[in-house]
């Protein structure tokens, strides 16, 4: 595996890299497995009001407790989960899992929180499952099977994945917005779309990328990321769509955000992803 760089020497690979490339396959391999044996689970993160704090929804954000390496982050096995296929049953997992506990939080307190109404639930999808042909009726069938309402799920699919394109990758996100699904259009503003393009896309809310919070962060704020924040918010109401921001870790934020009329948002500051009966506590606190 040594290459030679000239005369007798020999360059070895960086052995951090080597680590992570055979912990990359090792991972990926065990994937399969990993699903059947139930190795995923699921955190939830509260979606609030700007205006009031009130918890109307929550992201499921995927988790592997790995039997050596620990719990592992989505962002260490989705894209490998895309790579080989499998992120397509896992996906369809997710789904299912998210919606029986959304199902179950309604049930628990049907009207839901008198502010905000019943409990909502967003789930990510991944390109390889917006390609996939079965997503329309699987995302149906999760839907009837459990008796939630399409109008209280929100998928978050990344404008990376919608950027050029067709229609027929577009038909199953009109089919499903058509139903009363909600389409998220996730990390907003990182993807270089053309803005024009927005008003082609079956979507409701545009999630604005945590870099442009991140902007909000210092004193004074980025004016630059103000301006754009500005108009992205103008924009996006002028078609009709709600505004989320995502990765709210402050006070002063959370402030600035709401000034520039941003809808609703989610970060740490209001709640670190967390277990299912914690979204419950702080949706219904004073409900019922
Ligand atoms: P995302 O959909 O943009 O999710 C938001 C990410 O920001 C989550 O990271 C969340 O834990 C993190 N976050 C939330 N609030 C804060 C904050 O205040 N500060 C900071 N620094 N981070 C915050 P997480 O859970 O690691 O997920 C990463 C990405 O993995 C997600 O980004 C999403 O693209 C993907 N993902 C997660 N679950 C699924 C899934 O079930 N299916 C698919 N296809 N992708 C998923
Ligand atoms: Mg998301
Ligand atoms: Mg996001
Ligand atoms: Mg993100």
Request: aromatic share 6%.
């Amino acid at each position: 595996r040594a290459k030679s760089a000239g005369g007798n020497r020999f360059e070895y690979a960086d052995e951090e890299a080597d680590a992570r490339a055979i912990t990359r396959h090792g991972l990926t391999t065990a994937l399969p497995a990993a699903l059947e044996r139930g190795e995923f689970f699921i955190e939830y993160q509260p979606l609030v009001h700007l205006g009031d704090g009130s918890v109307h929804g929550a992201e499921a954000l995927v988790r592997w407790c790995h039997p050596q390496h620990g719990v592992l982050g989505p962002d260490r096995f989705i894209p490998l989960a895309e790579n080989t296929g499998l992120i397509v049953p896992l996906g369809r997992w997710v789904l299912q899992e998210a919606v029986r506990q959304a199902r179950f939080w309604q049930d628990e307190a049907p009207g839901g929180h008198p502010a905000t109404g019943p409990l909502r639930i967003n789930v990510n999808l991944s390109p390889t499952q917006l390609h996939h042909p079965g997503l329309v009726a699987e995302t149906v069938d999760v839907l009837e099977r459990s008796g939630l309402e399409p109008g209280a799920l929100c998928l978050e699919v990344t404008e990376s994945a919608l950027i050029g394109a067709d229609d027929d990758l577009l038909k199953p996100l009109r089919q499903l917005a058509e139903m009363g699904v909600d389409i998220a259009l996730d990390d907003f503003g990182t993807g270089y779309s053309n803005l024009a393009n927005l008003r082609r896309l079956p979507v409701s809310v545009l999630k604005l990328d945590r870099s442009f919070t991140q902007g909000m962060q210092q004193h004074p704020a980025d004016p630059v990321d103000i301006k754009i924040v500005e108009g992205i918010v103008q924009l996006a109401h002028s078609l009709e769509l709600a505004v989320t921001v995502e990765g709210v870790e402050t006070g002063a934020q959370a402030q600035q955000l709401r000034a520039l009329g941003c809808d609703t948002a989610q970060g740490w500051y209001y709640a670190r992803p967390g277990a299912p009966d914690r979204i419950r506590s702080l949706a219904l606190v004073d409900a019922v």
